[in-house]
């Protein structure tokens, strides 16, 4: 399996741009579109509304990974997550809990992603190391 890790830590860094990118996008969009809007000139959801954007980012993260593997920014980049347990297939609570620490991980523009994953021999960041999984090429 070590010859498959070959994936760096930039092509991660540009997929991980592409996904948030589209799903701050999103963000951005719906509540524009759909918010009301507030004192400070800008716009803010209440109610079961709030549910769009988190539903999205779900299906974007986890749900993509599911059903093709991958998500759009890691398909767009040819790389895709793998479990390090047993059959090497991704399951539904490995990608949540890489998605979980998104924000930890792509803090101040994925500096501590790049830090935890410059210092663990896998290239891990801390989502693949509680989910036990690697990124590859696919």
Known sequence: MENKITVSIGDRF????????????FFFFFISQYGEP????????TGLPVLVPIIFWGFFTIGLEKLFGATLGNLLLKIKPISLE???????????????LDPID????GFIGIIVMKNTKKKQRL????????????
Not at 14 to 25: E, F, P, Q, R, T
Not at 38 to 45: C, H, L, P, Q, V
Not at 127 to 138: E, Q, R
Request: proline share 0%.
């Open 14 to 25: 540009v997929a991980g741009l592409v996904d948030y990118s589209i799903i701050y996008g």
């Open 38 to 45: 507030n004192s400070e000139g800008g716009y803010y959801i």
């Open 86 to 100: 047993e059959n090497n297939k991704i399951t539904f609570t490995q990608s949540l809990k890489r998605h979980l």
């Open 106 to 109: 792509m803090f101040l523009f």
């Open 127 to 138: 989502g693949d190391l509680w989910a036990k999984t690697i990124v590859i090429k696919s």
